[in-house]
């Protein structure tokens, strides 16, 4: 069994400790966590498995690491500490772990990240021996290996067309909803995720693998960008009100140009409430889809619902990207070391697991 540790313990290392745990080839062996208030208590307890699991949690990386795992599934966020993630990213790497994460959205698609980044890593590689994949759900499997694999059911294919359409009730975080991304803002805030350029950064990747997959060359990549207000103040559980006239409602595409015309488009549709933007895309049922939709001959749609935590959409998802992480473990370390990505490595099915319940 492959020793896996998982560092952070948030909405996706709750997720990730179960999926090891359930995963017949890896043993969870330490988990990492920040906050003096975790430390020591049980893995069980903090991923919300009804038992322990006999591995208490620490905030002492140097130890953890100095115990050579054999993979890492890194957790913690990088949205706004991109540098210090990388750091303990390639801290794993050159302690001679797989290393897998969702936190770094350069990565994912790695051969036209930034060269400083690239380097790091493969310097990390070279000297432990370790490797990395960086994957998720959106940007990660719903704008990559399922729309390509779908690509391959048509006899034409005009344009590959990826969507998450979510109400941002269910996410359960606060900070990233109102300030990241805007919601309850003034129409003339700016926010962080919406700015010019930052849309391509973190999906244009997918665009890009998307289109290497197909065999076809870009122009370019361009984005578009539509927000809207809510009409009346609106109640959520979790993150208390938001207020008539603020933002509701966000639609932006991530366009990739072959020959002047957009054919592979990554689109989100989010909102704090269904009743702001009801024209715009909505998903099948509940609180949100991820969708892929393939235009040609013939008309292709594809809806993924994912559901974890009690019923939450939200927690689903975290859950389909570890899974997609966690599960390429023992093909990375079966493999060469090195920084691969979702082209590289396969989707893997459930062998050993399929009625399997962990001990």
């Not at 966000?250 to 054919?263: A, K, L, T």
């Amino acid at each position: 069994m492959i020793s896996t540790i998982v560092w952070g313990t948030g909405n996706v290392g709750r997720a990730a400790i179960r999926a090891i745990e359930a995963n017949p080839e890896l043993e969870l062996s330490a988990v990492i966590v920040h906050s003096a208030d975790k430390v020591g208590r049980d893995a069980g307890e903090l991923c919300g498995l009804e038992r322990e699991l006999g591995v208490a949690a620490t905030s002492d990386v140097d130890a953890v690491l100095a115990a050579r795992p054999g993979a890492v599934v890194y957790a913690a966020s990088g949205d706004i500490r991109p540098d210090d993630a990388l750091a303990d990213i390639c801290r794993a790497i050159a302690a001679g772990a797989v290393v897998v994460t969702p936190s770094l959205y350069a990565l994912y698609d790695q051969r036209n990240a930034p060269a400083e980044m690239r380097e790091q890593v493969l310097a990390a590689v070279a000297q432990g021996g370790g490797s990395l994949f960086v994957s998720g759900v959106d940007p990660g499997w719903g704008n990559d290996v399922l729309p390509i694999l779908m690509t391959g059911l048509g006899s034409v294919v005009d344009v590959v067309r990826c969507q998450e359409i979510f109400d941002y009730t269910t996410y359960d975080q606060e900070d990233s909803v109102r300030y990241l991304v805007g919601m309850g803002q003034p129409l003339d805030y700016e926010p962080p995720m919406l700015a010019p350029t930052v849309p391509t950064m973190v999906w244009g990747g997918q665009v890009r693998l998307i289109a290497r997959a197909l065999g076809v060359e870009l122009d370019e990549v361009v984005e578009t960008l539509d927000r809207r207000a809510l009409d009346q103040t609106v109640t959520t559980k979790l993150m208390g009100d938001f207020e008539a006239g603020t933002q509701g409602a966000v639609r932006f595409e991530v366009q990739g140009i072959v020959d002047g015309e957009p054919r592979i488009v990554i689109e989100h549709v989010t909102r704090i409430h269904p009743s702001c933007a009801p024209d715009w895309p909505t998903p099948p049922t509940g609180d949100g889809a991820h969708r892929v939709i393939i235009e040609g001959r013939p008309h292709i749609e594809v809806s993924v619902e994912a559901v974890d935590e009690g019923g939450n959409r939200s927690a689903g998802g975290n859950a389909t990207a570890v899974g997609r992480l966690v599960n390429a473990i023992d093909w990375l370390v079966a493999n060469e070391p090195g920084l691969y990505d979702a082209l590289d490595v396969p989707l893997r099915p459930a062998v050993g697991r399929l009625g399997r319940k962990p001990e």
